[in-house]
């Protein structure tokens, strides 16, 4: 039986796009770009060498590299689609590894498929509360984060009697993702923001080549535009969004036998979110903007960023807006 393993696919890499994957699974304060060079800082970096060779399965158009020129744990190495080459390294810093959305897509990425190499054949159950999603019979997978054509979200896609993609959420991640390729929303950002202006609400100030806000501006996502931020094109009619921060204790194999006649790999998590099983509270999507000097948006102010967020991201220093009109 053949075991699908991923491969990457050629897709348009772009430094906005890769510094967005990465600060949203590592944190912002936790990137730092200089040029062509990003850091990743991380409270340990024993572990460097194949973290760093890991991400080559996440990253398409990407190789790792020994040379210590950039740094004494290598570096990888991204061919962007204009032509251009950035390179990303590991530091040391002080702060919390278990935070970071990359790790975990690695770890529940290798606890499949050791089952499916050592089994060839096992059904799979995301476990949450009262809620249960299976694929049965998988045979594969494949790491799929970085395929966003067509508003595609899935990180991870199983490969059974269906096709079933996942997008992975660690629990407290407070972002689902960036939204520069939604012409008609950056069009409402900028309104809101002309307004806001206008009525005082806030200022825009230009600063040599980029634009800032004094505040940061929220809005709340319709609810068209909350399905297609959660589940996009692939993950709406079969798919989910899995949260949790996944470590060994998350997956339980039960291998067949008198009572079961299948393999079941069980895998406990936080909160399983369906476009069925899952409350309208569930899914409340904003839309934050906020100040990124390095940001460079089409039809939209350089230095200013379009994030959709949890509710739970909005503090009392944002602007609140509804209806193009600001609280």
């Known amino acids: 039986m053949e075991i ?3 491969k990457k696919k050629k897709i348009k890499n772009n430094i906005n796009d890769i510094l967005f994957a990465l600060e949203n ?13 990003i850091k990743i800082l991380l409270p340990n970096t024993k572990n460097a060498i194949d973290m760093l060779k890991a991400m080559v399965n996440i990253f398409t158009n990407s190789i790792y590299s020994n040379s210590t020129t950039k740094s004494s744990k290598g570096h990888i190495e991204i061919q962007l689609d204009d032509g251009k080459k950035i390179y990303i390294v590991i530091k040391p810093k002080n702060v919390n590894i278990f935070s970071y959305g990359i790790k975990n897509e690695i770890e529940i990425y290798e606890n499949i498929s050791k089952i499916i190499h050592d089994y060839g054949i096992v059904d799979i159950q ?3 509360n009262n809620d249960t999603v299976t694929i049965n019979n998988v045979v594969g997978l494949k790491l ?3 395929n966003t054509k067509e508003n595609k979200k899935a990180d991870l896609v199983l490969f059974g009697d269906t096709q079933f993609g996942i997008s992975l ?7 689902w993702h960036s939204v520069d390729k939604y012409p008609t929303i950056i069009m409402k950002a900028k309104s809101i923001i002309d307004n806001a202006v206008k009525d005082k609400k806030v200022k825009l100030n230009k600063i040599r080549s980029y634009y800032k806000l004094s505040n940061s501006i929220a809005f709340p996502a319709s609810p068209k535009e909350k399905q297609n931020v959660v589940f996009g094109s692939d993950l709406l009619t079969n798919g989910a969004v899995i949260v949790c921060d996944f470590s060994k204790k998350n997956f339980k194999f039960e291998p067949a036998s008198n009572k079961n006649n299948k393999n079941t790999l069980k895998i406990t998590v936080n909160h399983i979110i369906t476009s069925k099983n899952t409350p309208p509270q569930k899914l409340d999507v904003w839309f934050l903007i906020r100040n990124d000097s390095t940001r460079r948006t089409k039809d939209f102010y350089p230095g200013l960023r379009v994030l959709a967020v949890k509710k739970s991201r909005i503090n009392k220093n944002i602007i609140i807006c509804r209806n193009i009109t600001c609280e």
């Open 4 to 6: 699908l393993l991923p």
């Open 25 to 37: 699974t590592y944190g912002t304060d936790n990137i730092k770009q200089k040029g062509n060079l």
């Open 126 to 128: 995301f476990i949450a």
């Open 144 to 146: 799929t984060g970085k």
């Open 169 to 175: 959420k660690k629990k407290n991640a407070e972002h």
